[in-house]
Nanobody, 122 residues
Framework: QVQLVESGGGLVQAGGSLRLSCAASGRTFSSYGMGWFRQAPGKERGFVAAISWSGGRTLYTDAVKGRFTISRDNRKNTVYLQMNSLKPEDTAVYYC???????????????WGQGTQVTVSS
């Protein structure tokens, strides 16, 4: 069992930065692929980024490539999402997830956090 708690969301102006954190409980964190997803009002949840258990492989949706960076620290059981050059269209609730694969498919993830709100003003 893995429990995930996101933090770091907030209100930021367009062009600004935020760093999201996802703290995981459980001794098997380092064996899981981790992903970030987001859901804007009235829209379906969508993939943002994923990272392999070792951190050696990362995936990004095209909309965030070059602006967002996913990373993890297995000693701290934490995965991060550094978000730079934020745009109003990045406004959403951001969720982290854990699963056996490094993938952009949300149905491949077994555990989900409660989400953290990111709001980007224009």
């Amino acid at each position: 069992q893995v429990q995930l708690v996101e933090s770091g969301g907030g209100l930021v102006q367009a062009g600004g930065s935020l760093r999201l954190s996802c703290a995981a409980s459980g001794r098997t964190f380092s064996s899981y692929g981790m992903g970030w997803f987001r859901q804007a009002p009235g829209k379906e949840r969508g993939f943002v980024a994923a990272i392999s258990w070792s951190g050696g492989r990362t995936l990004y949706t095209d909309a965030v490539k070059g602006r967002f960076t996913i990373s993890r620290d297995n000693r701290k059981n934490t995965v991060y999402l550094q978000m730079n050059s934020l745009k109003p269209e990045d406004t959403a609730v951001y969720y982290c997830a854990a699963g056996p694969k490094t993938t952009g498919w949300d149905d491949e993830y077994d555990y989900w956090g409660q989400g953290t709100q990111v709001t980007v003003s224009s």
